[in-house]
């Protein structure tokens, strides 16, 4: 009866990852990305293809988003930001518009790292101003400890530094925060259950009401759908899971880049002691604490983050 049971709860799991796209919800996720006022773009980079929004003119800012999103998680501040920046905002390897490799080790965040630096190439800067989320915050942490001579200033928002991260992971407080961690470690559950959960996920672990429009639930759900990006979404974490040993000696380096870290102290997953005790890897770095925002802090208080952005990319 048991291995019924699991068998019943396979099926049903693959039929849920590998569904295909809603087309109503891709009409009106195509709708939105091209409702504002940038403009899109491909660039094959280190043997991928990634999609790109570009606005504005000025210093360039790479801004790079976490999961389970894609680029218009940062739709509220592009505008903004066009004011006085050049600004690329890409779909990360493995999300929404963005080619998907195979195989767990495409999703090192070294070779995303490389994917960056090459997109710098391919559009013709020697440097940027780096701004990440989540993962893209933790792509970030990794830029600047190995690819600092591309960078003028960092960026990070609720993504902690390894270092911290190694320190608090068995703490209870974030062991327990970090459950989803664990789970995604197995196959196919994990791919089923975010495509499931991601609307009300979203709204749901948010500390600000009405964060997330319709229309970026729309877009976020839709670039999961894409086939295989539930699977090379999840292989983020599987890869840094089973690749930590290789990872923790990659990550012990002094960053000394001017950088800013934004966190938002309801963020459930992710404990406020991440943002203590980073001073001896990242000397040159500010914190700012948003106490009224949660993980989502450039959804949840955009006006909050652009400012902090002004004021320190400026």
């Known amino acids: 009866m048991a291995a019924l049971a699991g068998a019943v709860l396979l099926a049903a799991a693959r039929k849920a ?6 087309p109503a919800v891709a009409a009106r996720a195509e709708a939105a990305a091209y409702a504002g006022p940038w403009t899109h773009g491909y660039a094959t980079v280190n043997g991928v293809r ?14 790079l988003h976490g999961f389970p999103e894609c680029w218009y998680m940062w739709h509220k501040l592009l505008p903004r930001m066009a004011e006085r920046f050049h600004v690329i905002a890409p779909d990360m390897r493995g999300y929404n518009w963005s080619d998907k490799p195979a195989g767990i080790d495409s999703y090192e965040p070294d070779a995303i790292s490389r994917d960056i630096v090459a997109l710098l190439d391919a559009l013709g800067h020697e440097r ?27 960026v990070v928002i609720n993504a902690p530094h390894p270092e911290p991260y ?35 996920g979203l709204r749901g672990s948010a500390a600000t009401p009405g964060a997330f429009s319709d229309e970026a639930l729309d877009v976020h759900q839709n670039g999961l759908s894409q086939p295989g990006a539930a699977t090379a979404m999840v292989n983020y974490y599987r890869a840094t899971f089973r690749r930590s040993l290789k990872l923790a ?3 012990r380096r002094t960053i000394d880049l001017p950088t800013l870290l ?10 406020p002691r991440l943002t203590e005790g980073l001073h001896p890897w990242v000397p040159n770095l500010r914190v700012e ?26």
């Open 17 to 22: 990852a590998y569904a295909p796209p809603d």
């Open 50 to 63: 990634l999609h790109y929004a570009e606005i504005g003119a000025g210093p360039l800012v790479v801004m």
């Open 128 to 154: 940027a101003h780096i701004v990440g989320h989540d993962w893209g915050g933790i792509i970030a942490w990794y830029m600047g400890m190995h690819y600092a001579e591309r960078i003028d200033k960092l």
């Open 166 to 200: 190694r320190r608090e992971a068995m703490h209870p407080d974030q062991l327990a925060r970090s459950w989803y961690v664990f789970f995604f470690q197995l196959p196919i559950l994990p791919e089923a259950f975010v495509r499931l959960m991601i609307r009300r």
């Open 249 to 251: 000696a990659q990550t």
């Open 262 to 271: 934004i966190w938002g102290m309801q963020d459930v997953a992710l404990s």
């Open 289 to 314: 604490r948003i106490q009224d925002s949660g993980h989502w802090v450039p959804e949840e208080k955009p006006s909050v983050v652009g400012d902090l952005l002004f004021d320190f990319l400026s």
